[in-house]
């Protein structure tokens, strides 16, 4: 079997490396936009605390943290080292009394099912700030020790480096679909049809231009997302746990000395690839009106991300209605560096015939108009 992925963000990243680990022959193409959600994206692997309870949607959030232990085992086995991603934890805080106390229960409601969590505690200011100091100084915070941060960049570029090494081939360019009967086709940019048993796409915020050939109405747009990239020189912040303000920004630390604070969520936005002075103020007043010990901090830069926002929360996954070897994956949102590695081992499900681990049915894409 031959399958070709359009698209090398952190899902067909994750789907090529799952086909790969399998032995099928796997061809990534990338066209390396400006603005990727992955080459921006911070990413939080802590699903317990969000206050969004759609069920369908949290079933695959959630199903998308446990997954991440065994990847990164898997990864580390392979050789790769440089994955972007640690297991620091997590503080929930909040201004409002009775909103801490809603996350508090609601936190301790799902950790029930989900060991992988840890011992979470309720911790008071001074053992907030013992673990995250620019934190202000009268906020408790819920602490969820087996929560982790992500650098999406790193761990998808790994994810395939590993699909290459066990015989995966990946070129940047531009491909076009036509339909042929009930299949896809793909043309290079040179118009070189490229064989393919299978078609993944996984192209993000672009997908819909990709998919307008087949006749399909792809229900994704672009959401656009600026994101600040604090330093404190000096400052040892790998172990800094991330924090989930439940009314404000998120802020998470990095390795060398790097803390970052996000995001905002443009609608309407177009790819407007413009760092503003809207986005950059709202960023920085929630950040600092939650973690003031930053107000000193040197700003090295802005990144901007377009995220693939769907028509509801829930991501689109699975094979298309009427066009028989094209498969999609595409709509996870702000959720994609949670959910996008296993989203993508159940892509490479699909297009091998395995079962999914979850069912797919109510992620489902649309076919044909």
């Not at 909103?99 to 799902?110: H, S, W």
Request: with cysteine.
């Amino acid at each position: 079997m031959r399958v070709l992925i359009i698209g090398a963000g952190i899902l067909g990243a994750s789907a090529a490396y799952h086909l790969a680990s399998q032995g099928v022959e796997v061809e990534i193409v990338d066209e390396a936009h400006q603005g990727k959600a992955t080459m921006a994206g911070a990413g939080i692997v802590c699903p317990w605390a969000t206050k969004a309870d759609e069920p369908d949607w949290y079933r695959m959030y959630a199903a998308g943290a446990r997954f991440y232990d065994g990847l990164i085992e898997g990864l580390k086995a392979k050789g790769e080292t440089d994955l972007g991603y640690g297991k620091v934890g997590a503080l929930v805080v909040a201004e409002d009394r009775a909103e801490f106390d809603a996350a508090a229960e609601r936190v301790a409601r799902r950790v029930k099912d989900a060991p992988e969590a840890g011992n979470v505690r309720h911790l008071t200011p001074a053992e907030a700030r013992a673990l995250f100091p620019p934190l202000r100084e009268d906020l408790d915070a819920i602490h969820i020790p087996g929560a982790a941060r992500v650098d999406a960049r790193l761990l998808s570029a790994a994810m395939v480096r590993a699909a290459v090494a066990m015989g995966a081939k990946f070129r940047s360019d531009y491909m076009t679909l036509k339909l042929d009967g009930d299949r896809a086709r793909c043309l290079d940019s040179n118009g070189t049809e490229i064989a393919a048993d299978e078609i993944i796409v996984t192209a993000g915020a672009w997908a819909s231009q990709i998919l307008r050939p087949l006749g399909l109405d792809h229900p994704v747009v672009p959401q656009k997302g600026q994101i600040v990239h604090l330093r404190l020189p000096g400052v040892a912040t790998a172990k800094w746990p991330v924090v989930l303000p439940m009314s404000s920004h998120y802020m998470l630390a990095f390795d060398d000395s790097r803390v970052v604070i996000g995001a905002t969520r443009e609608n309407n936005s177009g790819f407007d690839y413009r760092v503003t002075a809207a986005g950059e103020y709202e960023v920085l007043g929630a950040g600092l009106n939650i973690a003031p010990g930053l107000a000193n901090a040197t700003l090295i830069e802005t990144r901007i991300g377009f995220r693939p926002a769907g028509e509801t929360m829930n991501p689109i996954l699975g094979r298309v209605p009427g066009i028989a070897n094209l498969t999609l994956g595409n709509g996870l949102g702000a959720g994609g560096l949670t959910i996008g590695p296993f989203a993508g081992a159940q892509l490479a499900r699909v297009v091998t015939g395995q079962a999914t681990d979850i069912p797919l049915d109510r992620y489902a894409p649309q076919g044909r108009g």
